[in-house]
């Protein structure tokens, strides 16, 4: 039977891929007391035929199973399946971080871990889903940021309590919850310049180190979604020796 939330809407659909049973099973135990719907995977074969069978909202991964790189798997899903992905880990090198999140990783949490922060970390990308994938186990709404603003720039729409970013014809352009962030900040900065440490500081989760090389790639990925130039780039522009500008007449529109 699908679990439902009190409200009784389908509760988020949450796929743990993991070999450690000892992990495996406890966490989905855990998440499901937190009205998850909740499937588990032992390696990458199982998890593909998961998908297969049934649509996910969020697939937690384990980078490290024994049919398959975590890393490559994420990039996979990341292109083919437009499922968040949050990677788990044992790995916690600042390498092993910027490459996870280079490659599309929406989060990345290292183990050992406390279980309630995981279920922050899935909450944090749901909301960002946008509409129709609400939250679980999170705080009260009135508890939640409570102003929402939806920017408008050089043909596109950003909507911050979503992390929702449409094009003029209104398709959807598929943003990590680091992309999303980052892309709040310059529409929160337009024609500003922000050194790579002012953008960490805007951007960086309390407790994670962020280096500058992680702030050039998610520019670089963002500018690839953002169709801007990336030899001669006129949107999301380079200060060299200072920083990025956001070079965009930005409005703000009624959310």
């Known amino acids: 039977m699908m679990c439902t939330t009190p409200q009784s809407r389908p509760a988020p659909r949450v796929l743990v891929v993991d070999d450690?049973?000892?992990?495996?099973?406890?966490?989905?135990?855990?998440?499901?007391?937190?009205?998850?719907?909740?499937?588990?995977?032992?390696?990458?074969?199982?998890?593909?035929?998961?998908?297969?069978?049934?649509?996910?909202?969020?697939?937690?991964?384990?980078?490290?199973?024994?049919?398959?790189?975590?890393?490559?798997?994420?990039?996979?899903?990341?292109?083919?399946?437009?499922?968040?992905?949050?990677?788990?880990?044992?790995?916690?090198?600042?390498?092993?971080?910027?490459?996870?999140?280079?490659?599309?990783?929406?989060?990345?949490?290292?183990?050992?871990?406390?279980?309630?922060?995981?279920?922050?970390?899935?909450?944090?990308?749901?909301?960002r889903r946008g509409p129709g994938r609400s939250e679980i186990g999170a705080a009260p709404a009135n508890d939640l940021p409570t102003v929402t603003q939806r920017y408008a720039f050089a043909g596109l729409s950003f909507t911050t309590r979503t992390g929702k970013l449409l094009r003029s014809d209104g398709s959807a352009v598929r943003l990590s919850t680091v992309e999303s962030r980052l892309l709040n900040v310059l529409l929160s900065h337009p024609n500003t310049i922000l050194s790579r440490q002012r953008l960490i500081d805007l951007t960086a989760r309390p407790g994670n180190e962020v280096y500058d090389r992680a702030i050039d790639r998610q520019i670089s990925r963002l500018r690839r979604k953002l169709c801007d130039n990336p030899v001669e780039p006129e949107l999301l522009r380079t200060v060299w020796g200072d920083g990025y500008m956001l070079a965009a007449t930005v409005d703000t529109l009624d959310a």
């Not at 909202?57 to 990039?75: A, I, N, T, Y």
């Not at 399946?81 to 788990?88: A, D, F, Q, R, S």
């Not at 406390?114 to 922050?120: D, T």
């Open 20 to 127: 450690h049973r000892k992990i495996r099973d406890p966490l989905a135990v855990y998440l499901r007391r937190h009205l998850f719907d909740v499937r588990t995977a032992e390696d990458a074969a199982g998890m593909w035929q998961l998908l297969r069978q049934q649509a996910f909202d969020v697939v937690v991964l384990d980078v490290m199973l024994p049919d398959g790189d975590g890393f490559e798997l994420c990039s996979r899903l990341h292109r083919r399946e437009n499922i968040p992905v949050i990677l788990l880990t044992a790995r916690d090198t600042p390498a092993d971080r910027v490459h996870g999140l280079d490659i599309g990783a929406d989060d990345y949490i290292t183990k050992p871990f406390e279980p309630r922060e995981l279920v922050a970390r899935i909450n944090s990308v749901l909301r």
